[in-house]
């Protein structure tokens, strides 16, 4: 089945930027979904489709994708942001369909 | 609003069996896929088992194929996951999520529920 890299752990300072990467075989090719949790609390997506934000989420985050590598983007990090982020695929081949990387822990320093 | 709300969880012996139910509101239920998505304590997100909205299509992880049934009742507005032959190693918190129009991702989530497996 399809596998998701993620790093564990990505730390930014206030107002910094902070990227987030989601590495996969091909992963351009895929549409690409990020959910954000914050401890004790369900995931929330964040990013839709490589590059769509939700309703509700700030222009802050911003997403891409090349060719093995997605990247969710936080521009001008706030404390708020600190959580744990996950990278999604559907994955065609796998029964379950949704693939899920390892997640990243954001500090904010 | 949408709402998704899962039953409570438990403590349940290596061996025994659990049923979770998550009951919907605010969107149209039978058209829908719904996921069950598992987190161990600790732990990133795992997807463990969909259905499609009729019912007629499952889906599950390997390791709980054979051991795990999604279902659901559309007149309910709820989807259920039976669990048979539970292990440790299926500790964790248990997310009731509605899949998008097409299933490719989740665009709503249940608070959660623990199970833990123990002896």
């Known amino acids: 089945s399809y596998v998701l890299t993620q790093p564990p752990s990505v730390s930014a300072a206030p107002g910094k930027t902070a990227t987030i990467s989601c590495g996969g075989d091909?992963?351009?090719?895929?549409?690409v979904h990020w959910y954000q949790q914050k401890p004790g609390q369900a995931p929330v997506g964040v990013m839709y489709?490589?590059?769509d934000r939700p309703s509700g989420i700030p222009e802050r985050f911003s997403g891409s994708s090349s060719g093995n590598t997605a990247t969710l983007t936080i521009s001008r990090v706030e404390a708020g942001d600190e959580a744990d982020y996950y990278c999604q695929v559907w994955d065609s081949t796998s029964d379950n369909s949704w693939v899920f990387g390892g997640g990243t822990k954001l500090t904010v320093l | 609003e949408i709402q998704l709300m899962e039953s409570a969880g438990g403590l349940v012996q290596p061996g025994g069996s659990l049923r979770l139910s998550c009951a919907a509101s605010?969107?149209?239920?039978?058209?829908?896929?719904m996921h069950w998505v598992r987190q161990a304590p600790g732990k990133g997100l795992v997807g463990v088992s969909r259905?499609?909205?009729?019912?007629?299509?499952?889906g599950y992880e390997d390791s709980v194929k054979g051991r795990f049934t999604i279902s659901r009742d559309n007149a309910k507005n709820t989807v259920f996951l039976q669990m048979n032959n539970l292990r440790v190693e299926d500790t964790g918190v248990y997310y009731c999520?509605?899949?998008?129009?097409?299933?490719?991702?989740?665009?709503?989530w249940g608070q959660g529920t623990l199970v833990t497996v123990s002896s």
């Open positions: 259905i499609n909205g009729p019912g007629t299509y499952t």
């Open positions: 091909n992963i351009a090719r895929q549409s």
């Open positions: 999520a509605r899949a998008n129009w097409n299933d490719e991702l989740a665009d709503n």
């Open positions: 605010g969107f149209t239920f039978s058209s829908y896929w």
């Open positions: 489709y490589d590059g």
